[in-house]
């Protein structure tokens, strides 16, 4: 799976009282020297000015994105907390930015709701087999809901399109 984060288990302690034994993992992240260093979280920039009609990003479907996350609400109901770009409110392309998302995320699942043999051009159908095997494996109880990312990048002829990646949170 693309992006998949080095992690290490650990014993836990507080003042020397057994908390149990927890996975630590690299944090989801883009730019150099980060999980995801092919990542640019800047490309956004041309996007705004007219140079291009795409740009990467990173979200993470999330039930309980915080106040001060930039979001957006997909049109089936998923608060997306984006990961790259992070705008803040009061950034004039922040509302520009939530539709180009939205749009794209919102194309992707009815495409992949509806069973729609075009699919393939809106979602590697692959990383997402594999993201949900490795959620049943682990009976990870919040997929889909908490803590599943997608990428949304171009593959290897330039077509922009969603990765299911990276798996975090175990």
Not at 2 to 31: I, W
Not at 60 to 75: L, Q, R, Y
Not at 140 to 154: H, L, T
């Amino acid at each position: 799976v693309p992006y998949a984060s080095d992690s290490r288990f650990a014993e836990f302690y507080v003042n020397g009282e057994y908390m149990g034994n927890y996975q630590v993992c690299e944090k989801v992240d883009v730019g150099k020297n980060t999980l995801m260093p092919d990542i640019d979280d800047e490309e956004y920039l041309e996007y705004v000015a007219g140079n291009t009609t795409n740009f990467e990003f990173v979200c993470e479907i999330d039930a309980g994105p915080d106040d001060d996350d930039f979001t957006v609400k997909a049109s089936n109901g998923n608060n997306l907390t984006m990961k790259a770009p992070e705008l803040e409110r009061g950034d004039v392309n922040y509302s520009k930015i939530q539709r180009y998302i939205k749009t794209k995320y919102d194309q992707m699942y009815t495409k992949l709701t509806k069973n729609d043999p075009a699919v393939n051009d809106y979602i590697d159908i692959e990383s997402l087999a594999q993201v949900y095997l490795i959620n049943e494996l682990g009976k990870n109880w919040d997929a889909g809901a908490g803590s599943f990312f997608f990428v949304y990048k171009p593959d290897e002829t330039g077509h922009y399109k969603f990765y299911a990646s990276p798996v975090w949170d175990y």
